[in-house]
């Protein structure tokens, strides 16, 4: 069974601070890694993709992926109130598209 | 990037009946896929439509419960049949570009079952 793990939260953020997310998975062959962010009632919006190991960043969001550990985390800097949302980390294990989603980590960011 | 509409975005249906969702991509894709959010849940996936074969449905997942149709490279239905309050949930189609490696989401459809 392929699992995708997330702390559900909810974590607390103070406006301007750094939010940490994490994201751990089972099936070593996984090739890429996706942070979704979702809005109550909406559908998901992707942020990030990474799929080598290392850093990758974009704007205020940083994306570090450890295939060894199989770990995948989101950085968000300088937080605000817009950011409050829940976060879906994804995985793709095969080159078709299909994903498997971790249960999401709601971010609440305080003013 | 793919554009990806989906409709209807919501509906309330009487349980015993039956909703088909339609999900149109911009361009043509080989996959696409249909996922489930529950309430409170995350996105489960129901099954993979490949135009021209059967739909690949993943483990809880039945044909006669929920047919799935792929008559052609940018467009596939989901239908969910004999509805029960069990089945609202919010039911989204995804395709994937291979170029970017991204994976994109229509707007999804919000299903009420009373």
């Known amino acids: 069974q392929k699992e995708v793990e997330q702390n559900s939260g909810p974590l607390s953020v103070p406006e301007g601070a750094i939010a940490s997310l994490n994201c751990t998975y089972s099936?070593?062959?996984?090739?890429?890694f996706f942070w979704y962010r979702q809005y109550s009632g909406k559908s998901p919006e992707l942020i990030m993709f990474?799929?080598?190991?290392g850093d990758k960043e974009d704007g205020r969001f940083t994306a570090q992926l450890n295939k060894a550990s199989q770990y995948v985390s989101l950085l968000i800097r300088d937080s605000q109130p817009s950011d409050s949302a829940t976060y879906l980390c994804a995985v793709n294990s095969d080159s078709w598209g299909k994903l498997q989603f971790g249960a999401g980590t709601q971010v609440v960011v305080t003013p | 990037s793919a554009v990806i509409s989906q409709k209807p975005s919501r509906d309330i249906c009487q349980r015993g009946t039956s909703l088909t969702i339609q999900c149109q991509v911009d361009?043509?894709?080989?996959?696409m896929f249909w996922y489930r959010q529950q309430p409170g849940q995350s996105l489960t996936l129901i099954a993979t439509?490949?135009?021209?074969?059967?739909?690949?449905?993943e483990s809880g997942f039945v044909i006669d419960k929920f047919p799935i149709s792929r008559p052609n490279l940018t467009f596939s239905t989901l239908t969910v049949s004999n509805m029960s309050p069990e089945d609202s949930s919010i039911y989204l189609c995804?395709?994937?570009?291979?170029?970017?490696?991204?994976?994109?989401f229509g707007q999804g459809t919000r299903l009420t079952v009373v």
């Open positions: 995804s395709v994937f570009s291979g170029l970017s490696t991204e994976a994109f």
């Open positions: 099936d070593r062959g996984s090739q890429s």
């Open positions: 990474i799929y080598s190991n």
């Open positions: 439509a490949n135009q021209g074969s059967e739909a690949t449905y």
């Open positions: 361009s043509q894709v080989t996959m």
